[in-house]
Nanobody, 124 residues
Framework: VQLQASGGGLVQAGDSLRLSCAAS????????MAWFRQAPGKEREFVAA????????DYADSVKGRFTIFKDKARNTVYLQMNSLKPEDTAVYSC??????????????????WGQGTQVTVSS
């Protein structure tokens, strides 16, 4: 599975951005797709995930109510709609795909496939 992320940029606090992650290759092996982010000097952290079948979603508390993850199975693409962005959302955002068990969708080690990161910078 290959993942291609896009959509990052420089925005002001309160603005919105939409990230995209297009999957190709053996997409039948995808159980869940997720977004993680890594800010300078910090560890990579979970942002959001969506089940490829059924559409169950999961969000980190820090983005709940502001970010929405959704998928377009016809295009093998997952999106991350980010609203009301804050400076603390500044990070490199990476998409991932894998087959994590239900209780482990937030664990990096559960994802076998990763796309390249896309930079999101939110100015105050």
């Amino acid at each position: 599975v290959q993942l291609q992320a896009s959509g990052g940029g420089l925005v002001q606090a309160g603005d919105s951005l939409r990230l995209s992650c297009a999957a190709s290759g053996r997409t039948i092996s995808i159980g869940t797709m997720a977004w993680f982010r890594q800010a300078p000097g910090k560890e990579r952290e979970f942002v959001a995930a969506v089940r490829w079948s059924g559409g169950i979603t999961d969000y980190a508390d820090s983005v709940k109510g502001r970010f929405t993850i959704f998928k377009d199975k016809a295009r093998n693409t997952v999106y991350l709609q980010m609203n009301s962005l804050k400076p603390e959302d500044t990070a490199v955002y990476s998409c991932a795909a894998g087959r994590p068990i239900t209780s482990a969708t937030r664990m990096l080690s559960m994802y076998a496939y990763w796309g390249q990161g896309t930079q999101v910078t939110v100015s105050s």
